[in-house]
């Protein structure tokens, strides 16, 4: 029997559902509104779009959403000093600086300037310390989505053999880290597999839980994987366009072929990615609460 599809989209709809209800009750309680500026330099097609996505969903739940957008020749400096004006400013919670950014700019220095308590994309060395050791305010979007899309099909990651693909810093190494907290929705054995991994079809077969973010086409197939696993499949990759003009996507998971084998699977696109939004404006609920003394 072919595996259940698990429904990012589905799943993210109740979110923002339930993260309009919070919003409206908490202006209602405190008036306040959780505020959300998203930082766009230059104008690469891709980071307009993600950024649009995030200002009209912010919209929807209600937040006081601010789109700023700056030059792509803005220098480093008047960068980080927009940046200390937006840590400073009571009616925003959130910062998000859409990347990559321009190469004359660092990175590193522009994510350190946030914040932590404003830093709703857990990028900043603080929030990933406090990840690591099991006291985080914000998981970094697209691990926390992975983790909701698991707790809300109900898989049971309590003792689960989890297999990580990948081990970057956005997904690999944290959706890692969360699984493997003593806590609710984690308590896992975690093994992560990357490039430099000897036998990754040894890992992967022992995996009930396979997690896929390597950003390659077919790098997991069905003879990879073990009979009934839940398998996310991460990968986002763009293999030519639809005859209506729009990116054709894949994944990095053989998806008809594991279908046949998997108990669940995320597809994609509808999988993982309208997850990742979805938590960044759970991210910004929880650090309006937290501005306001409440606990998350
Ligand atoms: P990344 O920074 O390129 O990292 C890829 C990781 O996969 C690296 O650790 C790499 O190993 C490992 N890898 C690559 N090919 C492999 C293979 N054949 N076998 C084993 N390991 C392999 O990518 P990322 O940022 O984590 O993103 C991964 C994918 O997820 C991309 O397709 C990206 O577009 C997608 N993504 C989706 C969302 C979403 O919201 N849906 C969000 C973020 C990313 P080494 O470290 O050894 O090089």
């Given at each position: 029997?072919?595996a259940?599809?698990i429904s990012?989209?589905?799943?993210?709809?109740?979110?923002r559902?339930?993260?309009?209800?919070?919003?409206?009750?908490?202006k209602e309680?405190t008036?306040?509104?959780?505020?959300?500026?998203?930082?766009?330099?230059?104008e690469?097609?891709?980071?307009?779009?993600?950024v649009?996505?995030?200002?009209?969903?912010?919209?929807?739940?209600g937040?006081?959403?601010?789109?700023?957008?700056?030059?792509?020749?803005?220098?480093?400096?008047?960068l980080?000093?927009?940046?200390?004006k937006?840590?400073?400013?009571p009616?925003?919670?959130?910062?998000?600086?859409?990347?990559?950014l321009?190469?004359?700019?660092?990175?590193?220095?522009?994510?350190?300037?946030i914040?932590?308590?404003k830093?709703?994309?857990g990028?900043?060395p603080v929030n990933v310390?406090?990840l690591?050791?099991g006291?985080?305010d914000?998981?970094?979007?697209?691990?926390a989505g992975?983790?909701?899309?698991?707790?809300?099909?109900g898989v049971?990651t309590d003792g689960?053999?989890?297999v990580?693909v990948?081990?970057?810093?956005?997904?690999?190494?944290?959706?890692?880290?969360?699984?493997?907290?003593?806590?609710?929705?984690a308590?896992?054995?975690?093994?992560?597999?990357h490039t430099?991994?000897?036998?990754?079809?040894?890992h992967?077969?022992r995996?009930e839980?396979?997690?896929v973010?390597a950003?390659?086409p077919?790098?997991?197939t069905?003879?990879?994987?073990k009979?009934?696993a839940?398998v996310?499949?991460v990968?986002?990759?763009?293999?030519?366009?639809?005859?209506?003009g729009?990116?054709?996507?894949?994944?990095?998971v053989?998806?008809?072929?594991?279908?046949?084998k998997?108990a669940?699977?995320?597809?994609?696109p509808?999988g993982?990615?309208p997850?990742t939004?979805?938590?960044?404006?759970?991210?910004?609920?929880?650090a309006a609460?937290?501005?306001a003394?409440?606990q998350?």
């Amino acid at each position: 029997m072919p595996a259940k599809l698990i429904s990012g989209t589905e799943i993210a709809k109740m979110i923002r559902e339930e993260l309009k209800q919070e919003t409206e009750r908490l202006k209602e309680k405190t008036g306040i509104v959780p505020g959300l500026v998203t930082i766009l330099v230059g104008e690469n097609p891709a980071s307009v779009s993600y950024v649009t996505a995030k200002q009209k969903t912010s919209k929807e739940l209600g937040f006081h959403s601010i789109q700023d957008s700056q030059p792509a020749d803005i220098k480093e400096a008047d960068l980080l000093k927009l940046i200390d004006k937006y840590n400073h400013d009571p009616s925003i919670h959130g910062i998000l600086v859409q990347l990559p950014l321009p190469k004359h700019i660092n990175e590193t220095k522009v994510l350190y300037a946030i914040d932590p308590k404003k830093d709703v994309d857990g990028f900043h060395p603080v929030n990933v310390g406090k990840l690591m050791i099991g006291e985080a305010d914000y998981l970094p979007c697209t691990p926390a989505g992975i983790q909701q899309l698991l707790i809300r099909t109900g898989v049971k990651t309590d003792g689960a053999e989890v297999v990580v693909v990948g081990r970057s810093n956005i997904v690999g190494k944290p959706i890692a880290n969360i699984l493997l907290q003593k806590q609710k929705g984690a308590n896992a054995t975690v093994t992560i597999c990357h490039t430099g991994t000897k036998d990754m079809a040894f890992h992967t077969r022992r995996a009930e839980i396979l997690i896929v973010a390597a950003g390659k086409p077919n790098a997991v197939t069905a003879d990879m994987v073990k009979e009934g696993a839940v398998v996310i499949d991460v990968g986002v990759n763009r293999i030519g366009m639809t005859p209506e003009g729009k990116a054709k996507l894949c994944g990095d998971v053989d998806f008809e072929a594991v279908r046949e084998k998997a108990a669940a699977i995320t597809p994609v696109p509808g999988g993982v990615g309208p997850m990742t939004i979805t938590m960044l404006m759970m991210n910004t609920v929880k650090a309006a609460k937290l501005a306001a003394g409440f606990q998350g």
